[in-house]
């Protein structure tokens, strides 16, 4: 049986970092993986919810979260803060995950729970953007973890030079959201963030030396092939392992409202349970 815990961590501003912790009674400690979701995404975004029960299911203690700014209502899952959105950066979302993972460590509602299960060994599985977080907080930090990479974007520098123009005039960049059925905003300081920060996913991928996974769907639209193709040639790792799955885009064929699974999700899962189990 899977239990579902629910957290909360204060972030800067006033913001806050909501949690779920799911968790079997097992008899022996198991390993704790955490889920990034990515851009306009949240923690019970269409898959989120199902893939943290199947590693559950497969003996791993699962963290999904919410980026501090994402414009997520914690307890509707509506996307109310306009704002937030807006003023969120990479450099957040870096702190938000670091914050997650220092958590665990800390005296909290998990602890007792963490202390019972947890063996202390570490694994990050992220979408999109939250795999490109995932890889720069792993470099930052040298964590001893395994990584899984699944459709990560390979820069954040993702908007032509007129584009980027328009953005300084106005001092912000608007767009039409057709899922969301939103203008939304993203502020001039996530533009500045980028170019003035070395976020190089090439550089961190070339640089990291822990087992790492990097999936790729081939018809993503939204993450092309070139992105996943740049990060494949300058994987560094001597535990790497790279996959590609056809005839699937960028969130395995599942909508945000999730009716049931796919092969391709289930196929992306089990392959990643068995790269995070191997050489155990």
Known sequence: MIFKKSFEINAADGNHISG?????????????LIISHGFKAHKDWGFFP???????????LVITFNFSMNGFDNSSNSFIYVEKFAHNTVSQ????LENVIEFLNEKSKLSLYLDRYWNKELHLLGHSRGAAISLLVVKRNLYK??????????TFDRWTERQKEIWQ???????KDNSLNLNLKIDIKYLKDIQNNEYNLINAINLINIPLLLLYCEQDMTVRKREFENLK???NSNFSEIISIPNTGHTFGVSEK???????????????????????
């Open 145 to 154: 973890a395994k990584l899984a990479l699944w459709n990560s974007i390979a």
């Open 93 to 96: 979302e870096i702190q938000d």
């Open 233 to 235: 040639n300058y994987i």
């Open 50 to 60: 199902y893939i943290a029960q199947k590693f559950c299911d497969a003996n791993f």
């Open 258 to 280: 999730m009716q049931k699974s796919t092969e391709q999700l289930d196929f992306a899962i089990q392959k990643t349970i068995e790269f995070f189990k191997r050489n155990e």
């Open 20 to 32: 779920n912790f799911f968790y079997q009674e097992f008899i022996e400690k198991k390993p704790l």
């Open 169 to 175: 005039e106005k001092g912000f960049l608007e767009f």
